[in-house]
């Protein structure tokens, strides 16, 4: 059965169970730092002393503080003051240890060394560090029988309602700073429910102080955030509308391109009218010739003349031809007096060409 419940209360070998604690141990450990010890809220308190006039006394962080007067609207605790002689001390060295387990530490002590039945015996404690890394833990042990019985003797308290604290000697106290050992079991729960309800208080106002400075801090992103989205729902808005408008800017850049490219074609392509003028021009009247093959700006012509290369120096001599040359030898056949010939040549667009070649002047025929 031990086996089943405590794999039930397991998980990847942790033990469940003492999450609870161990959670709270941590919480007490960082209320304890120097930082957050300001959480822990003081806790006003009437100190009856058998014999002498109630004292006023600000308790915190175990140390009670002489005050001359209490705060308006203040209800303080009442406790009554037990003297060193009517409890039995001990002292104890132990190690560091957690709040819970100091305690069981401390009870297991005291059901050990206590003249006291177990249902009459109440204690207190209180731990100091130590200079060697050690708890030096002063506990005192009383008889609740005799307690109660020297409350009601000396002051009508109730035990249910003041707490209990073992004071040091009339020097000590008298100075107005030390540190009470608070006996168990009787009403000190009153004043740890105040306590607790003022740390609850200042951590909602800490929690709050974050919150607004989160907000202060988180504030400006957010509106930017807000102002960059408002942008962004626009500019879709806008580009929603302007959809059609950039169609029709989109179809008209197309149609401008096909027209500079059609224009470009245009301008490389060489008209007929003015080649054949400047041929006609050029070629002499004993050479005619067979075909002319236009490619481009390049120009093919077939022929025979007497003298090719004669040819070839008058075409190239010609206002906007370039590169003329022979394609091919030029060849003779036997017993005839004229050479057959290939000659290629580029004619200039600017002045042959379809768009400017009704523009350009002709040249005067020879003679």
């Known amino acids: 059965m031990s086996s089943q419940s405590s794999s039930a209360t397991s998980l990847f070998g942790l033990d469940l169970a003492k999450w609870p604690s161990q959670w709270r141990e941590a919480g007490e450990f960082l209320l304890g730092l120097p930082l957050l010890r300001g959480l822990n809220p003081g806790v006003y308190v009437r100190l009856i002393q058998p014999g002498a006039a109630p004292s006023d006394w600000l308790l915190r962080h175990g140390h009670a503080l002489r005050v001359a007067a209490l705060p308006k609207a203040v209800s303080p605790v009442e406790a009554f003051a037990l003297s060193r002689d009517s409890v039995l001390e001990r002292r104890l060295r132990l190690p560091r240890l957690a709040a819970a387990d100091l305690q069981h530490a401390v009870e297991l002590e005291v059901a050990g060394i206590s003249p006291f039945p177990a249902d009459d015996t109440v204690f207190g404690f209180v731990a100091l560090p130590a200079s060697d890394g050690a708890d030096q833990v002063d506990v005192v042990i009383a008889s609740r029988a005799q307690v109660t019985a020297a409350m009601r003797q000396d002051g009508a308290l109730a035990p249910d309602h003041a707490e209990v604290w073992v004071t040091p000697d009339a020097s000590q106290t008298a100075a107005g700073d030390f540190a009470p050992l608070i006996l168990r079991g009787f009403g000190e729960s009153r004043r740890e429910a105040l306590v607790a309800r003022g ?113 070839v120096q008058r075409l190239a001599s010609q206002p906007g031809v370039s590169d003329v040359r022979l394609a091919s030898p030029a060849t003779r056949a036997p017993g005839d007096s004229k050479e057959r010939f290939i000659i290629e040549l580029t004619a200039d667009p600017a002045r042959y060409g379809v768009a400017l070649g009704a523009s350009a002047q002709p040249a005067e025929r020879r003679p």
């Open 199 to 311: 740390r609850r208080r200042s951590l909602g106002w800490v929690l709050l102080a974050v919150l607004l400075l989160a907000g202060i801090l988180l504030t400006p992103t957010l509106f930017a955030r807000q102002r960059a989205i408002q942008a962004q729902t626009a500019f879709d808005d806008l580009q929603r509308r302007a959809a059609p408008q950039m169609a029709q800017r989109q179809a008209a850049v197309e149609r401008a391109d096909v027209l500079r490219n059609v224009g470009e074609i245009v301008r490389e392509q060489l008209a007929l009218a003015p080649l054949l003028n400047m041929l006609t021009t050029a070629v002499p009247d004993g050479a005619w010739l067979t075909s002319l093959r236009l490619e481009g700006r390049k120009l093919v012509l077939n022929g025979n003349a007497d003298d090719a290369a004669a040819l």
